[in-house]
C-alpha cells in the first residue's frame, strides 16, 4: 500500500475516522491485516524504515537560489555513477538560510544528520563519506535529530536554534510540503478532525479568544474576536480570505511557511471557515511567489482528493473551497479593504471603515481576513488547546512570532520566538551578533512603516506594545540589521522612496506628504558645492524644520495603515540618530561614508606605491602624479564615483 487515499477508496474507514484511523490504527476496530498495512506505512512516513539511504534537500526558495537544484543534480548523476540507491525528499526551508545548500542523509537505522553550505563540488565526496562508507561528512556537518553521535550537536542545540520555539514553523524543512500523507502522519488534519467531531462553531471562536492570539499581519488585531464578529453576522453566504501578499522589504516568513508547510496553512482555513460559517475562501498570494503558488495548487488539489476541502468535508455536511487569487505585487494590497477590491476586480485601494470586512466585506457579505502566519498556528491551538496557547509570550501578546532575520548579522534567516524574547537576544544569540568585527548600529522592525531602532533599546521585549513605545512596531516579521556602516539618513530615504512609490495616491496626506518627506530627505546628504542658488540650501533648512510636523499630520489624516505608518523611519531616525542628521546638517559630513556627496576621498601616501591604476580608471581625470610615487586626489575634480577605492589593491584610498 502506496498512501492513505488507498485506504480511504478501499471505503473500510468511514470518513468521519479518517484521520484518525490513520494516525492511530491501534484504538480502531478494523481488521489485523489493515492495521499492520497502517502501522507499516506510518513507519515509513515518519522514516523510521526504510530500506535506502534518504537525501533531504532543502528546496525552498532560498534553498534554490544558493543552488539546490545544481545540487541535487550532482547527487543524481554521482548516485547514478556509483550505482547507488536512495531516495531523494526535496523539503522546504528549515529556517538556517544562511547555510543553505543544506542536505540531510539518513542511513537506514540510523540518526537523520544535517549538513550546510553544500556545493555540487563537495558532491563526490560527500557520497562518497556518508552513503558509501557510513561515516559523518565532518567538513560541513551541522548537527543530528537527536542525540547519540559522538561530537556531533544535535541540531535543536546549535545556538541558531536554541533559543527558538516553533509552532508555526514545526513541521517546515522536516517533512516534504509536497506530500498530504506525510502531513497527515505527523499530525496534521487531527485538528480538523477534532471540531469536525465534537466542537461547535462557537466552540471554536471561544477556544481561539481563549488562546489571545493576535492577527500576525501587523495590526494585532484579536484573531477571536474577528472571528466573532464573523460568526454573529445573519447571512447565508460568509467568505474566508487568507492575506499572502507579503510585500516588506526583507520578509520572507509567509512566502517560506507557503512553500515548506502547505498543509497547515489550509487547515487552519477550513478551521476558521467552519468557525464562522464560510464555505468559500481565497489566497491571496502575489505572483511574486511563482514556487509557493505551484506547491499550494499542489496541496488544494491533494486535499480535494481526500475529501478534506469541498463537499462534506470528512463525511461532516461542511463544504468549503479556496481559490488562488494571485496579486500584481502592489504593496497597498495587503491592506484589507485594499485587498478585498482586488479580489472584486477593482484597482487595489483602501476605503474608509467602519464597516468592517467581518461585517461587510467581499461583495458586501462577511469576511474575515487573516494572514498566512495567524492561519498557521490555528492548528496547534485547537490540539492543545487555548489555555496552552495563552501560557507562551507576555501578559498582552501571547503565542510565538516568525521574524525574517537579515542584513548586518552573522546567521541570517527564518527565527521562530516566543513573545517576550528581548531584541538583544534575537540579534546576538540566535542570529551571533554583527560579522566582521563591527559594532552594532541599529535593528529595523516592522517593515517599511517600522522603525530603526538602536543599542540603548535592545533589551526591549518581543510584544506589540512594548514595541509600539520603542517607536517601532511588530509589522508582519522584518528584523533586519544593520551595523556602524549603515547612514540612517540613507536608510530613511530607502524606505520612504518604497512607501511613496507604493502608495495609492488616494488620500492627500500619503500622496502628497509622503512625497514632500522625501523630498526634504533627499536635500540632506547634497553637496551644494559650487552652485550658485543659495535657495536651495535654505530650502533643505526650512524642510527640517517642518520635517517633524508634517510626520505627525500625515500619521493623525492617512486614509490606511500604510500611510498612517509611513512617516516611522523618520521619526525614529530623528527620536534615535538625530546626531547623525545633525553631522549631515551642520558639518556636512556622512559619519558611516555612505552619502558619497558629502565624502572626501583622499590618497593615503605611505601605502600609494605609484602604480597608477586608479588614475587611469577615474572618469573625471581627479587623480594625479607620477609612477611609482603616491598619487594625489584633485579635490575640485573628484565626482565622488568611488571608481578610485574599488579599483585600488593595496587599500591606499579612504572616503570620510
Request: with cysteine; aromatic share 8%.
Amino acid at each position: 500500500m502506496n498512501s492513505y487515499i488507498e485506504l480511504l477508496e478501499s471505503n473500510q474507514i468511514e470518513k468521519k475516522e479518517f484521520i484518525s484511523a490513520c494516525t492511530n490504527p491501534e484504538n480502531h476496530n478494523i481488521s489485523a491485516e489493515l492495521k499492520n498495512e497502517i502501522i507499516s506505512l506510518n513507519k515509513n512516513l515518519k522514516y523510521e524504515i526504510h530500506d535506502y539511504p534518504l537525501i533531504f534537500i532543502g528546496m525552498g526558495t532560498c534553498g534554490l537560489a544558493s543552488g539546490a537544484d545544481k545540487v541535487k543534480t550532482a547527487i543524481e548523476k554521482e548516485l547514478l555513477k556509483l550505482n547507488l540507491k536512495a531516495q531523494i525528499i526535496p523539503t522546504g526551508c528549515i529556517g538556517y538560510c544562511a547555510k543553505e545548500v543544506i542536505v540531510d542523509i539518513k542511513l537506514p537505522g540510523n540518526l537523520r544528520i544535517s549538513y550546510g553550505e553544500i556545493t555540487p563540488n563537495d558532491i563526490p565526496k560527500f557520497i562518497r563519506k556518508t552513503i558509501v562508507e557510513q561515516d559523518i561528512y565532518r567538513e560541513k556537518v551541522l548537527g543530528s535529530f537527536g542525540n547519540g553521535i559522538e561530537g556531533i550537536k544535535n541540531i535543536s542545540d546549535l545556538p541558531f536554534f536554541r533559543r527558538q520555539k516553533k509552532i508555526v514553523l514545526e513541521n517546515c524543512g522536516i517533512i516534504s510540503p509536497l506530500s498530504i500523507d506525510e502531513y497527515i502522519v505527523n499530525g496534521g488534519f487531527s485538528a480538523l478532525s477534532k471540531i469536525l467531531k465534537s466542537y461547535s462553531r462557537k466552540d471554536v471562536v471561544d477556544d481561539i479568544i481563549k488562546s489571545g492570539l493576535r492577527g500576525r499581519g501587523g495590526g494585532g488585531f484579536p484573531t477571536g474576536k474577528k472571528w466573532e464578529f464573523a460568526y454573529n453576522q445573519k447571512s447565508e453566504i460568509k467568505y474566508l480570505i487568507c492575506n499572502a501578499d507579503e510585500g516588506d522589504p526583507g520578509a520572507f516568513m509567509d512566502r517560506s511557511v507557503l512553500e515548506s508547510d502547505p498543509f497547515k496553512l489550509i487547515e487552519g482555513m477550513i478551521i476558521g471557515a467552519y468557525a464562522i460559517g464560510a464555505c468559500f475562501g481565497y489566497i491571496y498570494c502575489r505572483a511574486e511567489y511563482p514556487l509557493a503558488i505551484e506547491r499550494l495548487e499542489n496541496t488544494i488539489h491533494q486535499c480535494e482528493n481526500y475529501g478534506i476541502l469541498g463537499e462534506n468535508i470528512l463525511g461532516s455536511d461542511f463544504n468549503f473551497k479556496i481559490k488562488i487569487k494571485k496579486g500584481a505585487g502592489a504593496f497597498v494590497c495587503g491592506e484589507e479593504t485594499a485587498l478585498i477590491a482586488s479580489i472584486e476586480g477593482k484597482r487595489g485601494m483602501p476605503k474608509p471603515r467602519p464597516p468592517y470586512p467581518a461585517v461587510s466585506g467581499l461583495w458586501g457579505k462577511p469576511t474575515v481576513i487573516n494572514n498566512v502566519e495567524t492561519f498557521a498556528n490555528i492548528t496547534s491551538i485547537i490540539k492543545n488547546g487555548g489555555e496552552w496557547f495563552a501560557k507562551i509570550g507576555t501578559e498582552s501578546s501571547k503565542g510565538t512570532k516568525v521574524f525574517a532575520l537579515s542584513g548586518m548579522v552573522e546567521f541570517s534567516g527564518l527565527v521562530e520566538v516566543p513573545m517576550g524574547i528581548t531584541l538583544r537576544e534575537v540579534v546576538f544569540d540566535i542570529g551571533g551578533g554583527i560579522p566582521n568585527g563591527k559594532k552594532f548600529k541599529a535593528v529595523q522592525i516592522g517593515g517599511p512603516s517600522g522603525g530603526c531602532l538602536p543599542d540603548s533599546v535592545l533589551d526591549t521585549k518581543v510584544d506589540y506594545e512594548s514595541l509600539k513605545q520603542v517607536g517601532a512596531m511588530m509589522g508582519s516579521g522584518g528584523f533586519v540589521v544593520m551595523d556602524e556602516g549603515t547612514c540612517m539618513v540613507d536608510v530613511a530615504k530607502f524606505f520612504l522612496t518604497f512607501i511613496q512609490n507604493e502608495s495609492c495616491g488616494k488620500c492627500v496626506p500619503c500622496r502628497e506628504g509622503t512625497k514632500r518627506m522625501l523630498e526634504i530627505i533627499e536635500r540632506i546628504p547634497i553637496s551644494y558645492k559650487g552652485t550658485t542658488n543659495k535657495l536651495d540650501q535654505l530650502q533643505r533648512f526650512k524642510g527640517i524644520i517642518h520635517l517633524e510636523r508634517l510626520a505627525e499630520v500625515i500619521q493623525d489624516t492617512s486614509l490606511c495603515g500604510l500611510g498612517q505608518s509611513a512617516p516611522n523611519p523618520v521619526l525614529s531616525g530623528l527620536r534615535y540618530f538625530k546626531d547623525e542628521y545633525e553631522s549631515h546638517l551642520f558639518d556636512r559630513e556622512c559619519p558611516a561614508g555612505v552619502c558619497k556627496e558629502l565624502l572626501t576621498y583622499k590618497v593615503i601616501t605611505e601605502i600609494c606605491n605609484g602604480c597608477g591604476l586608479c588614475a587611469r580608471k577615474c572618469p573625471s581625470e581627479a587623480i594625479v602624479g607620477e609612477a611609482k610615487h603616491p598619487y594625489t586626489i584633485v579635490e575640485s575634480k573628484c565626482i565622488k564615483c568611488g571608481m578610485c577605492i574599488e579599483t585600488c589593491r593595496f587599500e591606499a584610498i579612504e572616503a570620510n
